[in-house]
């Protein structure tokens, strides 16, 4: 059963506009969450992160929100560019555990 | 610093041969990572060590086999190879338990 769930397989927008992508998770005893970023024919590469004492972490053009009580983060890309063209990978992990659960993935293709 | 790298990039077996996955990190990170990615599957681990002499299943550990060779190296085993393994193996190491770095993928395919 998947803990990390994308419930949107894809998203298209257009160039200079708001990309906004989310992630629900089901285990409460997630504290941390990553997004990564992956281009066709290459390895997932680390973005933005989040501590759940956190509800907001901003970095450049990059933000994710974490609303605890609903289990549900999001990643704000503003303004969309085309490089930002990929695959983004919302995770998550447990307190002292080594492990990150992944949810299926978004595939953004920005408009030029 | 070439970070994680992966060897082969792409194989093809048939069902039932055999091959190892080798994997290396230069970052001097004590966990190491398998993963597979299929289609709206996302990622999911298949073994991981936490530290160099550990290893511990993940999500989806049938099939295959691990070694933590070194504080470097980590390689995946499949021994006897079916079709339902034909996937994209990443390799992926930490420091923390936190960020992971991964490496390019190996593509395989199982006829």
């Known amino acids: 059963d998947q803990q990390v769930k994308q419930n949107s397989p894809s998203l298209s927008v257009q160039e200079g506009r708001i990309s906004i992508l989310n992630c629900d998770y089901t285990?409460?005893?997630?504290?941390?969450f990553l997004w990564y970023k992956k281009y066709p024919a290459e390895g997932p590469t680390f973005l933005i992160s989040i501590s759940s004492i956190k509800d907001k972490n901003e970095d450049g053009r990059f933000t994710v929100f974490l609303n605890k009580s609903a289990k549900h983060l999001s990643l704000h890309i503003v303004p969309s560019q085309p490089g930002d063209s990929a695959v983004y990978f919302c995770?998550?992990?447990?307190?002292?555990?080594?492990?990150?659960?992944f949810g299926a993935g978004t595939t953004v293709t920005v408009r030029a | 610093n070439a970070g994680v790298t992966q060897t082969p990039k792409f194989q093809v077996l048939k069902t039932g041969q055999s091959m190892t996955l080798q994997c290396a990190q230069d970052?001097?990170?004590?966990?190491m990572y398998w993963y597979r990615q299929d289609p709206g599957m996302g990622l999911r681990l298949i073994y991981y060590?936490?530290?160099?002499?550990?290893?511990d299943k993940g999500e989806v550990p049938n099939g295959y086999n691990v070694s933590r060779l070194n504080k470097r190296e980590f390689s995946l085993r499949l021994e006897s190879a079916a079709p339902s393994q034909t996937s994209v193996y990443f390799c992926?190491?930490?420091?923390?338990?936190?960020?992971?770095?991964f490496g390019p993928g190996t593509r395989l395919t199982v006829t």
């Open positions: 060590s936490a530290s160099e002499g550990t290893t």
């Open positions: 970052m001097n990170h004590n966990s």
């Open positions: 992926a190491s930490s420091q923390t338990s936190f960020e992971q770095y």
């Open positions: 995770a998550a992990s447990a307190p002292n555990d080594y492990k990150l659960s």
């Open positions: 285990n409460s005893m997630f504290d941390y």
